[in-house]
Structures are given as C-alpha cells and as structure tokens.
C-alpha cells in the first residue's frame, strides 16, 4: 500500500490534468477543484504513509492551515500579495477564500521539499530551495487562473513582461510564504526516502506539464508565462531530475554507493 496508493493518486491526477485544456465553462472549474484536492491526498497520503502521523499533522497545520490563513489576510487587507479578490467559481468560500485554495499550497509544498532534501545536504540551503520550488509553481498558477477569471487583481502592476494581469508582489508574497512554510516544514527532520519517487515524479510532471500546457493548449496571451515558469521552477526541477539521472546511471565499482546514500 506504501509504494502503490500514491503511484495511483498521481496517475488519477495525471488524467485530470490532461483532462483540463479540453473542458471549458463550468466543466473546467469543476476539474480545476478536483485537480486541486486530488493534488491534496496525493501528497498527504504520501506524507502519511511514508512520514507518519506526526509529520503530516506538521504539514497540514503548516501548509493547509498556514495556506488558509495567510489567503484569508490577503483577501482582507491586501498583504502579502496585493489586493485580489476570488469569483465564486472555485466552489464555497470562507472568509472570501475558496476551501480549495489552502489546499493547493500543501499539494506542492511536500514535494518541493521532498526534492530540495534530495538535491542539497546543507539545511539552509534546503529551505531555501524548497521555497523557490513551491514559490516558482505561482508563475505558472496565477497567469492561468486569472486567465480564467477564479481570481483578480485589483492593481496588476507593475507586472512580469509578458504576463499581464498578475503583479510582481504577488509573486514575491509567495515566495516569502514558501520560506516560513520551508522553514517550519524542515522540523520534521525529513530526509530523502526510498519511497519519495512518486514525490518526485510529481513534482517533475508538473514542470513539464505546466511549460507545455502554457506554451501550447491554454489560451494565453503569448509563451511568456511558460518561459517564466520554466526558469523559476526549473531552480528546483533541474538538479532535482539530475540527482534522478545520476542514481539510476552505471556506478563505478571502485565507487559503490554507501549505505543510506540518497543520491
């Protein structure tokens, strides 16, 4: 159950996602949000499974919990990320935000800690790599959904080149969120596992997925918001499918791999 129920999470996730670009209206949304909470029980099972209670309790409280407040903050007074308000197309709101949205935050924020562990040894360096990963997904998130109407900016500016609608802040906002959140997840004392693959082909799909999608099937004002995206989440997804690329390469014999080395 360990190696498998996540396998199978990401493939249903999988599915739905290929499954966006070919709906539209009322039919999208509704993928959107179960996009969203499938993301959600991939990671957490994940987590549960393979990190125990505690840890997962940990994530939760940080990422959904922590997601849900500082979203609430932001609809309310315009901090961290600039005044925004959400349509009422992502399903039931609290305190104006979605009950899907806080979601978002934990279903990537694990693998992008997953991931930024396995590349780097040094803790510093993982928070820090681990923000930038969770941060950089918003370069793809915010010029689609806005794109959609689930959201809008009551300023959009100044914005990145080519990706009208979405203020620089707002993507500096998250990344300060990620750091908290990286921060706080990193208590956990996690370490690489020989579980974690399903985490990293997650977080892997979504790059790849998100450049493609954004550059070829989603109707957007150009390839801008695929060349930002690519670059920012490519900080953590290039070592990250590198380390991948080393470990199942041929090992010299006069060099094995030690015991419990993750990469």
Not at 156 to 161: D, I, S
Not at 178 to 194: E, F, K, S
């Amino acid at each position: 159950m360990r190696r498998r129920l996540p396998w199978a999470l990401l493939g249903g996730l999988v599915l739905l996602q290929i499954s966006y670009p070919l709906s539209g209206g009322d039919t999208r949304a509704a993928v959107t949000v179960a996009t969203v909470m499938l993301g959600y029980a991939t990671s957490v099972s994940h987590a549960l499974l393979t990190r125990g209670p505690r840890a997962t309790v940990l994530l939760v409280a940080v990422t959904t919990g922590g997601g849900f407040a500082v979203e609430a903050l932001g609809v309310a007074t315009g901090f961290p990320f600039g005044e925004y308000t959400y349509s009422g197309d992502l399903g039931p709101r609290l305190a104006g935000v979605p009950v899907v949205v806080p979601l978002a935050w934990t279903w990537m924020a694990w693998p992008a800690w997953l991931g930024a562990v396995r590349v780097t040894r040094s803790r510093p360096a993982q928070v820090v790599l681990a923000a930038v990963g969770l941060a950089a997904w918003d370069l793809f998130l915010d010029p689609q959904m806005v794109a959609e109407g689930y959201w809008t900016w009551v300023d959009p500016h100044p914005a990145l080149p080519g990706v009208p609608g979405v203020p620089v802040g707002n993507y500096l906002g998250w990344l300060a969120v990620a750091l908290v959140m990286a921060a706080l997840i990193r208590t956990t004392g996690t370490r690489p596992g020989p579980d974690d693959a399903p985490m990293y082909a997650l977080y892997l799909w979504t790059y790849v997925a998100s450049i493609v999608a954004h550059a070829v099937f989603l109707d957007l004002p150009g390839v801008a918001s695929a060349l930002w995206g690519a670059l920012g989440m490519g900080l953590l997804a290039a070592p990250l499918a590198w380390s991948l690329r080393e470990e199942s390469g041929p090992r010299s014999p006069a060099a094995p791999r030690r015991a419990g080395e993750p990469w």
